[in-house]
Structures are given as structure tokens and as C-alpha cells.
């Protein structure tokens, strides 16, 4: 059963943003030997980590994101109804980081907001 029922609802665009700063895995040869290395990449895919610097915070990678989205798919600030901020590092827990987010890109105040961990 239906709580809620949203019509003339789509979805204009998805994006993501990660940081700028990359860590290879065989950098860590420092302290586990490049063939404990070699295995740590082939059983889980992963050769490199990606690192924000202390300045940077998830709000401003989703700023960016939005940014890029707004341009590319020619829309206005204006024409958004709703922000969805996903991330598994929220700069905030309470209020939430997407409504920061929302002020930041000087969105409606009737745009809806919500955060997804």
C-alpha cells in the first residue's frame, strides 16, 4: 500500500565526483612485500585509493557534482525540485549534509533534500 504517490517525477541526470589525489596500492610496499601486494590487488580488483584532502568534505565533491550536472544538461538552479545527496562519508548526521548542500547551490527553499547513507 501507498503512502505517497509523486507524478511527473523523473530523474534529469546522476553524477559522481571523487578526489583528485590517488594512492596506488604498490605504493604500500613499505610495509607488506610487493608479492602480498600483487595479491591484495588480484583478489580484490582494487590498485588504487582515492584520498580528499582535509580541506575537502563530501559537500563540496556533491557541489561539484551538481555543478557539472546543471551545465551539461542545460537546466536552471530554479527548475529542481528535489536533491538527493548519497554518500557513505555525510559531513553532517543531523539536519544532513543535502540540505547544506541545497543552500549552497542556492536552491529553493521548497526543494526537498534528503541524505542516503
Known amino acids: 500500500?501507498?503512502?505517497?504517490?509523486?507524478?511527473?517525477?523523473?530523474?534529469?541526470?546522476?553524477?559522481?565526483?571523487?578526489?583528485?589525489?590517488?594512492?596506488?596500492?604498490?605504493n604500500y610496499t613499505d610495509f607488506i612485500s610487493e608479492k602480498e601486494t600483487d595479491s591484495v590487488i588480484k583478489m580484490t580488483?582494487?590498485?588504487?585509493?582515492?584520498?580528499?584532502?582535509?580541506e575537502l568534505n563530501s559537500v563540496d565533491l556533491c557541489y561539484q557534482s551538481a555543478?557539472?550536472?546543471?551545465?551539461n544538461l542545460a537546466i536552471t538552479i530554479y527548475s529542481i525540485d528535489a536533491i538527493i545527496m548519497v554518500t557513505l562519508t555525510p559531513d553532517y548526521r543531523i539536519q544532513g549534509s543535502a540540505f547544506v548542500l541545497r543552500?549552497?547551490?542556492?536552491?529553493?527553499k521548497e526543494c526537498f533534500a534528503f541524505d542516503i547513507s
Open 1 to 26: 500500500m501507498a503512502l505517497l504517490q509523486y507524478k511527473n517525477v523523473e530523474i534529469k541526470g546522476i553524477s559522481s565526483v571523487v578526489p583528485d589525489q590517488v594512492i596506488y596500492k604498490k
Open 45 to 54: 580488483g582494487i590498485a588504487q585509493r582515492r584520498f580528499a584532502s582535509k
Open 67 to 71: 555543478q557539472y550536472l546543471v551545465k
Open 103 to 108: 543552500q549552497k547551490l542556492k536552491l529553493k
